[in-house]
């Protein structure tokens, strides 16, 4: 990803006043550790960039640590929190309402956590969702299912009806699970709120299965994904080496980048060509996909190809078919390469078996990995921290290895996408051996 | 299952002429024992049926045990076996391959084992597909893959060109695996083989991911389909859970019986309606499966139906289409339900959010689960004790929890189905409380 | 196993009024099929045995089948029922318990079901530990779960404070799920109820993870237990191989018979011997294990052994000592096998790498497989048809593919053991190729 | 970790002449981006420490990027390779193995690779190990299997046989992936190599199941590690809850560093205590860890512990044996626990049910999962990257999420360790509430 050191990585606070934390209580002396708004990690690690950038007397970018602080604004005992997931599911959703509702409750002692049911839409009265009361024991083995326990919903929701939803319902605190769109509706609620001059903090856990939230180095489920994608990689390879001609076709999930194709792909290196968005192909002509598949069958008897969704998009007309998410509708690059792939090789007499495979709903609604399971604990107890202590508008991410305070504003409309120049897609090229897929001419 | 008690079990044996059983050999006295022909098990079990049969004079059919037998029909030491895997793929290919060719190796001391690739094409010298040698080495790990270590293909090929292909390589044991067209194609061979009087034994062991053989109580892979086409209901029950109004739909194997889908269904107990081959349903209609599917949704809120792909093609106009294996091509049942679906509550003015999973590659390609292992071992085994005992045209089957041999004319042509009366689907609608899908006047 | 043709199979049942059986309703014309107690199967399906006794004119043994009554003993409306677990844990407790659950609130109506904590020590007033509530919302997702939702204990308790405690709570019905131990305290509280002349029905579910229950074909949870004990027995292996002189050692379940040890070494089939309670061996001299292992290392550099628990005891002294549930307890062949080993070696100057693994608690408190799932389904269904039936003093079990009912006293204080003659220990042979481990001149 | 900015981190050439890199070789231009010697990242990223050392005009640390180079040293026609893992097993092993000889054979077109059996014994002509040629095909299957496709063994052996073998094999490339003796191992063959003058490339890559190598954020295997260890804290959980004052109590590996204890309980979170060698704690004593167990069972019924195997051994007299690879024999603090924890108990006269857990030998021996497959296959990779760039008593780590080339003095004889006071150690505070474990009066 390209790094703008210019970026502003300010994070809003909701008040100056401050209470002790009480995550200190009954500890002794020296067994709690609170970290400072003062202490940063750098954005840029590049050691060339840095020392020039010191040298012209510049500042580099630099995000806050997460993590507990020593003086909150919240009083626990007067706290009504709120929860809300949004848009699509994603495995780890159980597991950071879990630990949300663990931290808010035995760390700081707050007693009233509501669930709101079905996104966005569980603050608008005219749904008529009810509200969950979380409690520790409410929570205690939803990690082991899939999906979300408070439900979702797709779509945006007037913001101030959402507003004076909190309002009736007092809510101090929300936290909103969701995507790109469910982050920008949460900057234009913190907005709202500063307005009104509320003293309601929001504090944002960017969901994308994709990976693809820009300035968020890894984001929750995209380990289980890889990990459940790759079951299907082996599938597809099995069928593949079954048959003469045999050709396992998945697509995986990835509406802008190839994260989740590429990692797979690497996980299980039985993969023959990656198609992701982020790298232009042509179908015909010497030296496009279709003619190195031929020369693939012909030399090995069988192929292993792993699309993204959002790859090849070139291929159709632009429509403007948006969902209710606002997301535009992508055409199914799967079927769409299914169906050349067969038309072309019974053009050419040459039989072959061609297997499809779309695991997408398999794999989005499934129970996160233990690995998952950890990161959700972090991301979950680090925006309670973040919000105990009046941070707002802020998102709770990770980068360089650490847990970041993450402006809304930093990473609001843009997108991570792989760099083709990377290690990541440099070493896809290098397991799979397929080079470029352009047509010879075109660069 | 109706059980025909006229059924003929006789088994051809090859020859008269016997050598010791050398699986003896190097053993203690009393260590090794061996099964006669003479032991027996009942097919039908229904102690009334059987008094009564008993009072008539008529002697219940049985089914010969498998195992080994004391005295063989063929010398080890100048045997040369064959073994091919044809049609789908199903998990446990792997494992029976891998148990034919210990017990071979090991049991009987046999060297000379040899994989056909790509099914009955293997065979055919217009294909130029090689032969691989088989030794324990080669099969050590195979069982952790899925797929078939041999490759596989559909259709059938010219019974004279195979068995002249033997003749060239000299076999004498053919171990046929596959479903019903191919265990039609090992009968004719057997047929042929005995017609120019070669000492060929062929052995077939049924292969059916939807565990319809014809007495045939349990086949191979079934165990593991089931297994994971749990995952995917979980993952539908998931996602219904997570929307307002969500529907799960999940298309899983049956082409015409709906065994995995009921008993997936009873694993998982998330299942709303279970739709199979067996059972007729309407779709419109008081009392149909949408306006039942319509009641679900009003009262819980979210629904999960799992469909067999044989269930409901009296919906289609029957086509004439056969794939290469002389399958009928069904129309999609899946696809079919959700437009459906869709459509009836678009024009009711109902908001649902409808999730499509078709997990088939994904279940017959994985590897098989430690229960299929076990099985397989068993089938693979008695297998080679059938064959090198001599018997021919036989299936190793599974009844009444014994392994038995069913003589190939007794299970050919026919199909097991789920009996709408007895406990399996009695129990599916327990679980799933669904009821009748037919409209009211119909029965 | 010895099948004892004489066996008594009637069960008993409380009364004879009967009212219709609330399954049917609201269900069409020959939607709903019920079974006769006159429909029975086959104990001993041998042709030949039961030819035999036939023109004796002796009547084989047979067992009643499962499943519901057209006419049923209890009121649902007035029925209060109770769950009891006990002993050890063992996969698959939960999904009986939520499958009687289902079966009693949505089949039959029944609103009143009490979970009895901590095994038998729920029913005395002492040990003060509260009735849990159940129904079909407290019991949805137990089943991902491992261990009994209801905690267990082990040990027997006073069978008449047990039978006030019932009266007390006006208990009409009660499922005990346990082991040997428990099935016969659940046949002793059966006698004291019909002498007090109560109309409770005691219904056993045989639990036993060692699948060694009499007249018990299969019990549930060994299916799991053997799913992951191959996951021990591979990582043996890798170890075994990993290393020069590498030897494997895994200890599994099995106190006094082998099926645990012998069928996970089928699945697995990298095992190379396998030792069980059933069958003898020595440790020292010609012929014996040791002297078979050093060949083994010789040969091929790596070992990997699999001993049941309950193995070779003969070679400890007996002690009396017996644990709370009156089990007698077993001297630890794991270790002692593994110190034996290694002075074995240590002494003959052979550098050896020796890994022994004790999977026990990490197999018996996993939840179940799908496979177990759809099993427990029908267990506990089928318990929920014979107590509503009025049938006592009956487990519930599986007999040549059928869930039937089995008197208790039929299984009782017998146990099932493998049978070295029969077709699992003599694969088991096949498999290992280890021969008799006895000492030459013995038997 | 403590950061040493003074930290040398030069890496090691073996000459100056180079030939164009193979890798770009059939590639469009702009498709193959290679990285330079001067691409490196900051080891520290505390923004005000690097602000400060700036100020003060030094130079922070870097560590050089992995990845391919430009230029390279080695003739791949030419050059004969050789892998060894060495000490215990650890998932990824076989991955590394795969991904080293694919990128080897595919990437440079080298066709000599060969592997070292069973660990550095397979270089000493008196073991007299086979070499195992290793090609793309060899290697296909691995990664499904645990342990080493080339088997290890532990303890050092005479660097000079080493060098001498390494010598008559005209070996350029040696590939060591082991623990921190094999390690120190590599660093001196290094060294003979460069006294002697020879022109073969060390590349070592740390294996530590614990995480604990110095410098080194994250080591293959780990997450694997703490995957299956999740495993055994839901059974111990399971156990625990199944119980009236059930005890379950796991023992993790984690010699000197309590990486897995801490991680594992974070994922489950159903630990109450963790106990790891870099926190003190009492047994006995107001506030210590045996009064505080029975204050959690009197709360709540029952108690689940984690122990890293190095925690505790202040309990110990410190003994002075060392295993064959020279480490300190640790006393088993699992067994040493659960005794006092029975006698604790016993004398208080409550009854407990205490259920021990040790699943080391099943975690270290099964296959990596999908994520530790992605991160062995960027490890491989880029170990042949460097060594093809003649980088020679190097280490492929893993930095600031970046792959790095990290000097083997650099890291060698330090370990890493969990930081008390920071978010890992601090998050498990707060997962378990456990507080201090010190006996009052003592800090």
């Known amino acids: 990803m390209q790094i703008d050191n210019n970026i502003h990585t300010g994070v809003l606070s909701l008040g ?11 500890t002794k002396e020296g067994e709690r550790f609170f970290f400072s708004d003062e202490k940063k ?14 040298r012209e007397g510049q500042e580099p970018a630099a995000f806050e640590l997460a993590g507990p602080r020593e003086m909150i604004y919240f009083d626990p005992s007067k706290l009504r929190c709120a929860l809300v997931t949004c848009g699509g599911l994603c495995p780890g959703l159980n597991g950071i309402i879990r630990s949300i509702v663990l931290e808010l409750y035995y760390g700081y002692g ?77 900057s234009k609620i913190a907005d709202a709120i500063l307005e009104r001059n509320l003293k309601i903090s929001v504090l944002g856990i960017p969901k994308t299965i994709d990976n693809d939230i820009y300035m968020v180095s890894r984001s929750f489920g995209f380990d289980t994904a890889v990990d459940v994608a790759t079951q299907s990689i082996r599938a597809a390879h099995n069928e593949a080496r079954g048959y003469p001609n045999g050709v396992g076709l998945i697509k995986l999930m990835g509406r802008h980048s190839g994260f989740i194709a590429a990692t797979a792909s690497l996980a299980q290196q039985d993969v023959n060509f990656v198609l992701i968005p982020e790298v232009d192909f042509d179908l015909e002509g010497t030296g496009g996909f279709l003619e190195k598949l031929e020369k693939r069958l012909a030399d090995s008897g069988h192929a292993v190809i ?23 509708r992508l055409q199914d690059i799967g079927v769409f390469l299914k169906e050349n792939i067969v038309k072309y090789f019974k053009e050419k007499g040459t039989d072959i078996s061609l297997k499809y495979i779309d695991p997408s709903y398999n794999i989005r609604s499934l129970p996160a990995n233990s690995n998952d399971h950890v990161f959700c604990s972090f991301l979950g107890r680090n925006a309670v921290h973040a919000a105990m202590a009046g941070k707002t508008k802020v998102l709770v991410g990770h980068w360089n290895n650490h847990f970041v305070h ?38």
């Open 306 to 328: 792993v699309v993204a969704e959002g790859a090849g998009q070139t291929f159709f007309e632009v429509s403007a078919k948006r969902d209710e998410s606002g997301n535009i």
């Open 41 to 54: 990690i750098l954005i840029d690690i590049d050691a060339g960039r840095i020392a020039e950038m010191m």
């Open 110 to 186: 707050v007693r009233n956590i509501y669930g709101i049911r079905f996104g966005l839409q569980g603050f608008i009265p005219r749904y008529r969702h009810d509200v969950v009361e979380l409690s520790p024991g409410a929570v205690s083995d939803i990690i082991r299912k899939g999906g979300s326990f408070l439900g979702s919903s797709r779509g945006p929701q007037d913001v101030n009806e959402i507003v004076d939803s909190m309002e009736r319902m007092n809510i101090g605190m929300l936290f909103m699970i969701g995507g790109d769109g469910t982050l920008m509706a949460a």
């Open 406 to 443: 993450v402006p809304m504003s930093a990473s609001a409309g843009k997108r991570k996408q792989i760099n083709p120049q990377g290690r990541l897609w440099q070493s896809v090229l290098e397991a799979t051996g397929q080079g470029s897929l352009k047509k010879q001419g075109k660069v």
């Open 16 to 26: 100056e006043s401050r209470i002790p934390n009480p995550l200190r209580k009954g």
